[in-house]
């Protein structure tokens, strides 16, 4: 996910030659005949077109696009009118172009990092209940981790060419930075990705609260994800290149939650409740130049949840449920057939 080199001046001259659009053709319609995938996410209004292991990421009204994560090039506009997206044939013809050429280097996600949240002298959320007569405290960091390890081993024995990566594999205390640093200085190859997974359990005042849910990071949250060099210290590109990658990590942060939150629905079933994705600033996320989610996998607070959290067959669900999503995204993301077009 590194952006190559671009001149300022060669954007400009794009843009000074272009053509005001008609916009009059329905992009998920067409994009269904033309066979091509369509991920669109109505928060951040940007999206996602895949097609014959390319991938183009674009923004309502902006002319902008990103071309597999590296490259940028101009094109007319796509519009968004009545909740539906419209383009032009100048925008397909460019699209289909660009999907049509061979790729020299394959996408591939070279490294997952796995956080288990808290530890050490931080325990977390943490409750006790009496379990068999015997008082036991049930604590956020341990959960974390036997979730994480257990992750561990199962991409480490799916990917053993990937980097498998805990922040932690003992109950130790990591700060927030020196979780993120990890994150941020894993070396991998070109054209490779990260991926930031944080394992978490919630807790509430109100015990009847329950179930799990997955967090992104908000759309409206503002980060640098770019190397100042990529751009030739050209702050004018520099703004326009981060953004348009820091929304491609955006939507690629959903799309995992989502992948995720398919997995553990169909692993817990009626055990708990699926809350949902949703969007918040946590700082392991904010802070990981790549896509990264937060995942809660249930709530201390509440006494029939709490069981379940200590419960080693109730956990070996779940991490198999965050796995499926994980690989699904990473087959997705590898170019394969299994992308799931989303309206």
Not at 171 to 192: H, P, Q, S
Request: glycine share 6%.
């Amino acid at each position: 996910m590194k952006a190559k080199k671009i001149s300022l001046l060669f954007i400009l001259s794009l843009i000074c030659n272009l053509i005001f659009a008609i916009n009059d053709i329905a992009l998920l319609e067409k994009s269904k005949t033309n066979g091509m995938s369509l991920y669109w996410d109505s928060l951040s209004e940007c999206g996602i077109l895949e097609k014959n292991g390319h991938q183009l990421s674009f923004r309502n009204g902006e002319s902008l696009v990103l071309l597999d994560s590296v490259k940028m090039a101009i094109t007319d506009a796509p519009e968004l009118k009545n909740n539906q997206l419209y383009v032009s044939n100048k925008f397909l013809s460019d699209a289909e172009e660009f999907f049509n050429q061979k790729s020299e280097v394959p996408f591939k996600v070279g490294a997952i990092l796995i956080d288990a949240g808290h530890g050490g002298k931080d325990p977390g959320a943490l409750k006790t209940y009496k379990i068999n007569g015997k008082d036991v405290t049930i604590r956020e960091k341990d959960i974390n981790l036997k979730v994480a390890k257990m992750l561990y081993e199962r991409l480490h024995a799916a990917y053993p060419q990937k980097q498998i990566i805990l922040t932690r594999s003992t109950d130790v205390f990591l700060t927030l930075g020196e979780r993120t640093d990890i994150a941020n200085n894993v070396k991998v190859g070109e054209n490779e990705a990260v991926l930031f997974i944080s394992i978490h359990v919630n807790s509430s005042l109100n015990k009847s609260s329950s179930g799990y849910e997955v967090w992104y990071l908000s759309p409206g949250y503002r980060r640098t994800v770019l190397d100042k060099s990529a751009v030739d210290n050209d702050k004018n590109l520099f703004t326009i290149m981060n953004s348009m990658l820091e929304e491609e990590y955006t939507t690629e942060s959903i799309m995992i939650a989502k992948f995720i939150m398919d997995g553990l629905q169909a692993q817990i079933g009626k055990e708990s409740t699926a809350r949902g994705i949703r969007a918040e600033e946590w700082f392991v996320v904010k802070n990981s130049n790549m896509p990264a989610v937060l995942i809660e996998l249930g709530f201390v607070s509440n006494q029939k949840e709490a069981l379940l959290l200590n419960d080693e067959k109730y956990l070996k669900k779940a991490t198999l449920g965050i796995y499926n999503g994980i690989t699904a995204f990473v087959t997705h993301f590898e170019r394969s057939q299994g992308f799931t077009s989303v309206k």
